[in-house]
């Protein structure tokens, strides 16, 4: 039989709070930074919780042309810078590279779309009583929006869609882009998502689950308050690393498996069981033992909940190799991006397994006794990553999760 | 309103939101003991915060609540702040 198909990174790019490129962004990674300030793209008087991880310093107009911008959302931008760095860091060319192009798949996840178009859509039909909604409503909103407008600008023609499962939907994505090239499917593939959400009929929505911080984002530490919504895009380009190799590229890591499971519990409390059997199989189809593994980009969301579950189903999967394993949560700085979630963390952990420096669990506080794994406080810590898990447990009990192998 | 229109509106909402036989609650029930889901209970307080339009904030350390007569007396506290507020 023919050896399994092997699937690499081999180009990153990302648009988050804590910058426009992933150099930005893992700087302020390294250095425990946190991107969460006072919120600007809500009222600050018609909101309780008044922070999130926002996107500074953005202008579209620096970015994109008039007639661009009339069709990309906020989300579609995002989910396009990140496309545009990731594939000139692969060092791929699609324009010049039309065969190849063929049979690159673009799979962009999303959790909500083109949120902010659809709200001001409503806004001026129901508040402003506007006798029509602007034409190019529907296609700045839907959800697929940012997978075809990269094919449309790159020219990738081959399979492209759009996966939602709220904060796994990142991860959903690149799994399923890895089982693609995997399985023959495609050659390469795009693989990310994007969100931008953040709004005044967003903020109160999520206010009103009671699952919000007001103080800031302090996954694992003891009182930790909840989450803090962010926002931005993260893509990988992945090929098969044979192909990778022939090429000479650069080569970050490896996808090597991938684990996904439903709960069937609740739609918003975690179940360790669930999150333990993706993890399980994650560590299966990558034919990784528990104690090959050093690192572990968690969901971990800062809320009592999911921060003890997640602990608790690390446990049980680990076993006693959970005592020396490194467990963090990136959302501490980068928060809670929902659909593009993963795939920022997907970005923070290619660069950790190639920089060899794992990025720190930051606005903790001291221990909590239900979270008792080496949470790497504050402060980033140089170590060798053999491999590495990046969970994604989402509310609707959907979860994912991407191990990742040095190459 | 009183406290007794108060404390009816609030058995009315958590028998609701809860689905909860109305006739068992008492100010002396634990909220443990209803067992009410998250969303039932996310719903209970939304239900509040728009019977009575107040702000329950969530992470404010005197709004600890074991018993029904904690949430009504908590109610009353916020009720009676908006009053003044507005006063």
């Known amino acids: 039989m023919a050896e399994p198909v092997r ?25 425990g930074k946190s991107g969460i300030g006072q919120l ?8 309780n919780i008044k ?13 994109f042309d008039e007639r661009e911008l009339l069709v990309y959302d906020r989300y579609t931008q995002f989910a396009l810078l990140a496309a545009k760095e990731a594939m000139a860091d692969a060092g791929i060319d699609f324009k010049k590279d039309a065969a190849l192009g063929l ?20 806004y001026s039909l129901h508040k402003l009583n506007k006798p029509r909604a602007h034409p190019l409503t529907i296609p700045r909103m839907m959800i697929s929006a940012a997978a075809s407008q990269i094919s449309m600008k790159y020219g990738l023609k ?33 693989a990310g998502g994007s969100e931008a959400e953040i709004s005044l009929t967003s903020q109160r929505s999520w206010e009103s689950l009671r699952v919000m911080a007001s103080d800031t984002c302090r ?53 360790a069981d669930g999150a333990a059997r993706a993890m399980r199989q994650a560590l299966q189809s990558a034919s990784l033992a528990p104690d090959g593994v050093d690192y572990i980009n968690a969901h971990g969301t800062g809320t009592q909940l999911n921060d003890a579950t997640e602990v608790k189903a690390i446990k049980t999967v680990f076993g006693d190799a959970a005592k020396r394993l490194m467990v963090t949560s990136t959302k501490s700085m980068h928060g809670h991006a929902l659909g593009a979630a993963s795939a920022l963390e997907a970005v923070a952990t290619a660069k950790a397994i190639v920089e060899g420096v794992v990025p720190p669990t930051a606005n903790y506080l001291g221990p909590d006794p239900d979270c008792d794994l080496d949470h790497v406080p504050n402060t980033a810590r140089q170590a060798k990553i053999r491999a590495a898990l990046s969970n994604s447990l989402a509310f609707g009990g959907l979860n994912a999760v991407v191990a990742f192998k040095a190459v | 309103m009183t406290d007794e229109e108060i ?34 209970m996310v719903q209970i307080l939304f239900g509040i915060e728009d019977a009575f339009d107040v702000y329950v904030p969530q992470d404010d350390q005197s709004f600890k609540l074991s018993t029904l007569n904690d949430v009504v007396d908590g109610v009353k506290r916020l009720v009676a702040a908006k009053q003044q507020q507005t006063a």
Not at chain 1, 40 to 47: F, I, N
């Open chain 1, 7 to 31: 699937v690499a990174v081999t180009g990153i790019g990302s648009i988050s709070s804590l910058g426009h490129n992933v150099a930005e962004i893992w700087a302020a990674l390294e250095a």
């Open chain 1, 40 to 47: 600007t793209q809500a009222p600050l008087d018609q909101v």
């Open chain 1, 51 to 63: 922070i999130a991880a926002e996107v500074k310093n953005y202008d579209e107009t620096k970015r």
């Open chain 1, 103 to 122: 049979e690159t798949a673009v799979i962009v996840a999303s959790g909500v779309g083109g949120w902010s178009t659809i709200d001001q859509a409503f």
């Open chain 1, 158 to 190: 081959g399979p492209a869609f759009c996966i939602s499962s709220a904060c796994s939907s990142s991860n959903h994505a690149i799994g399923e882009a890895y089982w693609m090239i995997r399985t023959g499917r495609a050659k390469a593939a795009l």
């Open chain 1, 219 to 271: 996954p694992f530490s003891k009182d930790r308050k909840g989450m803090v919504i962010g926002e931005g895009a993260g893509i990988l380009v992945l090929e098969r690393l044979e192909d990778a190799k022939r090429r000479g590229a650069k080569i970050y890591c490896e996808i090597a498996g991938y684990g996904l499971s439903a709960d069937a519990g609740d739609i918003v409390m975690p179940d």
């Open chain 2, 7 to 40: 404390r009816e509106k609030i058995f009315d909402i958590i028998a609701k939101e809860a689905r909860i036989d109305r006739g068992t609650l008492t100010l002396e029930t634990k909220l443990e003991d209803l067992k009410i889901e998250s969303l039932d």
